[in-house]
C-alpha cells in the first residue's frame, strides 16, 4: 500500500537537509525526497505527517508549500469533485440491478398454430410483461403447456436476460379445423380502441382507431412455418372507449286545481249488505273528495256513517320553476346512468338540459366507460 495515500510538499529555503534529518529524528516518515533546486526540495509524506512536517519547517525556517494529493488520495478528490456524475452512475447501476428481477419482455418461437393457445394460457396465469421473474418457475410452466399441447413434442422455457423465451418443437400436426370453429373477433360496438391484445390471429386493428360495430379487429388466420396461411379461432381482448346515452323526461308544467263554487256534503251509511245515501250525487266534472268515517256497530256489527265533503274544481296550467325542473331532471338523469353503466366505471360523465318536448324538459345524460367489446363472429356465420 505504499503511496496509495501520500502527499507531496515543496520546501524552499537554505541547507534544506536539515529539516529533511530533523523530521527523520522527530519519527516522521518521508517517502520520497527529491532536491530540485539549491534552495528547494520536493518531499512525498503521508497525510497524517504533513502537519507535524510543516509546523517544523516553520520553526526552522523554511517555507513549505500545500500538499499536493498523490495516488488514492488524488482519485478520490477528483471524484469527490463530481460527486453528482458519480451518484447518477450508481443510481443507474442500482435500477438496472432492479430491473433485472423483472420479466419485460416474452417470446414465443416456432410454436406456428399453438402460439396464440400459449398467449391465452400466459394471459389466464397472470404471466405478461413487467411481473417478477420469482413469480414464474420455468419447469412447471413447461410441464403446465406441455399437458395443455398434447400434440407438441416439448416446451423449452429459459430466461434470456429480462426475456423469458418460449420455445415449441411440433409434434402431430393439428388436425384441420372445421369451418364452424374458424372465426374473426369483431367490434360488438362503435367505439375508440385504447388496447387490443392478440392470442390467436392477426390483429387488423390498433390502439387509437375509431371502429364501428361489426368491424374486424383480429383476422381468424396464423403464418405457419412455412408461411402458409393457417386459419385459427381468432381470440384477444379489445378493450375500447364507449359511451352509453340515457335520456328522462320531467314535466316542466304543473296542473293546480282551483275552487270552481259549488260544493256538497253527503252522509252515507256503510254495511256488510250494500252502501245507502238518501242525497243523490252531484254531477261534477272535476272534483275534489274528503271523507270520515263513524263506526256505529263495533267489532261484532261492522256497521259506519261515512261523511263525503266533495268540493267541484277547475285546473289551472302552470309552468314550473326551470331551475327545479333542471334539477330534478339530472337527479334523475344520473340514477338512470349509473343504473346503465353497472357494472363498469365511469371515465367521464356529462349533461345536456334544456330541449323542450310538448310539456316536458328532455335531460340527457352521457357517461364514457372502457369495456371489452371484441366479440368471435365464426366465419360461417354472416
Known sequence: MKGLFAVRC????????????????????????????????????????????????????YEAGKAEPLGLLKLFRRLSRRAGLWTGILFASALLVWSLGYIWQINVE???????????????????????????????LRESLEW???????????????????????GTPPPEMKEDRIGDVVAAE????????????????????????????????????????V???????????????????VPAVEYVSLPAGRSQERRI??????????????????????????????AWLPVALTREQRTEVWLEKRERDADAVRAEGETAALNALEKAVYPHEMVDKWLNCGMIEGDNMIVAATAEIEREIGRVRTRNTP
Open 10 to 61: 515543496r520546501v524552499t529555503g537554505l541547507n534544506v537537509e536539515k529539516l529533511v534529518n530533523e523530521a527523520r529524528k522527530r519519527g516522521l516518515v518521508l517517502k520520497k525526497a527529491r532536491r530540485e533546486q539549491n534552495r528547494a526540495l520536493t518531499v512525498e509524506l503521508s497525510p497524517r505527517d504533513y502537519g507535524a512536517f510543516q509546523a517544523l519547517a516553520g520553526e526552522m525556517g
Open 110 to 140: 416456432n410454436a406456428g398454430p399453438y402460439a396464440g393457445e400459449i398467449r391465452l394460457f400466459l394471459a389466464e396465469n397472470g404471466i405478461r410483461p413487467g411481473i417478477r421473474r420469482s413469480e414464474v418457475d420455468l419447469a412447471a
Open 148 to 170: 395443455r399441447l398434447p400434440k407438441v413434442k416439448w416446451v423449452r422455457a429459459e430466461w434470456a436476460g429480462v426475456t423469458l423465451r418460449l420455445r415449441v418443437e411440433e
Open 190 to 229: 362503435d367505439g375508440v380502441l385504447k388496447r387490443l391484445t392478440v392470442y390467436a390471429g392477426t390483429p387488423v386493428a390498433k390502439a387509437g382507431d375509431l371502429v364501428k360495430k361489426g368491424q374486424v379487429l383480429i383476422r381468424g388466420e396464423e403464418r405457419g412455418k412455412s408461411g402458409e396461411t
Open 269 to 298: 251509511l256503510q254495511t256488510p249488505a250494500g252502501s245507502f245515501c238518501a242525497e243523490p250525487e252531484e254531477d261534477y266534472l272535476i272534483c275534489e273528495m274528503s271523507r270520515e268515517s263513524l263506526p256505529l256497530g263495533g
Open 231 to 249: 386459419p385459427v379461432r381468432a381470440r384477444g381482448e379489445a378493450v375500447a372507449r364507449a359511451w352509453i346515452t340515457v335520456r328522462v323526461r
